[in-house]
């Protein structure tokens, strides 16, 4: 159980619709690399992690890929509030707008829905962590082309924050990753 504050981990401002650029935050949304796909991956890793605090390192990491989930979703709903239909077509959203209005829907940034195959959990928390610390760098990419593809102020500042906290949770991964093989070593497993 989760105490949650009813307010995003940061501000999200946006200063104008965007629909191009709602379109390609869903990358961040419901893509491979998604927010999504993070939180669910290292909630579903933690599990079989051997250290209490790695477990904790990816559940602490796991809800708070949640929260960004929910900040992306906020400046998907905001650049396309009010945005008329045929405006949504027109920008290739017509498909989206029949099935869920301007819902967010967690779905790539080509329409493709998320797919739990997205994730990974093998048991092993060597290459798991490996794995994590592979999906923070695409993870930070992304933000990084994301931010080429707006000049929104808001948006920029946002989706910097974002990258930023991607680049935090690889060096704890990085962490964790040297503290589980030195304690893999001590029982000489490989």
């Not at 819902?103 to 195959?117: E, H, L, N, R």
């Not at 695409?138 to 990258?163: C, M, N, S, V």
Request: proline share 4%.
């Amino acid at each position: 159980m989760w105490m949650y504050e009813k307010k995003l981990e940061y501000p999200v401002r946006v200063f104008r619709n965007d629909i191009g650029m709602a379109k390609f935050l869903m990358a961040q949304y419901g893509g491979p690399d998604s927010e999504l796909s993070a939180g669910v991956r290292y909630l579903t890793q933690r599990y079989t992690m051997p250290t209490d605090k790695a477990k904790g390192l990816l559940t602490d990491i796991g809800t708070e890929e949640l929260a960004h989930w929910e900040i992306v979703a906020t400046m998907i709903y905001k650049l396309v509030k009010g945005v008329p239909a045929q405006q949504l077509r027109e920008a290739g959203l017509g498909a989206h707008f029949a099935q869920h209005d301007r819902a967010v829907y967690p779905a790539d940034a080509a329409g493709v829905p998320w797919t739990a195959a997205y994730i990974q959990a093998t048991g092993d928390p060597i290459a798991d962590l490996h794995e994590d610390l592979a999906a923070e760098q695409k993870a930070r990419t992304t933000y990084e082309h994301l931010i080429q593809l707006t000049d929104d102020p808001g948006i920029k500042d946002t989706l910097r924050f974002l990258r930023q906290r991607e680049v935090v949770h690889f060096q704890r991964f990085g962490e964790a990753l040297n503290d589980i093989q030195a304690i893999m070593d001590n029982k000489k497993l490989y």
